[in-house]
């Protein structure tokens, strides 16, 4: 198992008084399995929200780029999750 550090932006924020959470994941888990992994804890921090389609919608990045859906995440690493915006 490894943890990783997800930094909160947009309506993610709402999920921390903090800009991150820290979720366990198994090692070697590609980003769709660590998407069902935030889907999941996400929905322990906050029951009352229901963000499960945000997170499917939202980009996962590093420090240096967005990840795609077979990325895999081996280590414990920092990451961000970065929902959709619109505006002027």
């Known amino acids: 198992m490894i943890t990783v550090k997800l ?3 947009g309506a993610f924020r709402r999920y921390s008084k903090n800009s991150h959470i820290s979720i ?3 090692s070697k888990c590609s ?3 660590f998407r ?3 889907e999941e804890e996400l929905n322990l921090l906050r029951p009352d929200l ?3 389609k945000l997170v499917y919608e939202s980009a996962l990045a590093n420090e ?5 859906e077979s990325t895999e995440i ?3 690493c920092d990451l961000a999750i970065l ?3 619109c505006g002027g």
């Open 7 to 9: 930094r909160l932006f």
């Open 50 to 52: 229901n963000d499960g």
């Open 24 to 26: 366990t994941v198994p």
């Open 83 to 85: 929902p959709p915006v």
């Open 74 to 76: 081996s280590e414990s």
């Open 31 to 33: 980003v769709q399995t």
């Open 64 to 68: 240096t780029e967005i990840l795609n």
């Open 36 to 38: 069902e992994c935030v």
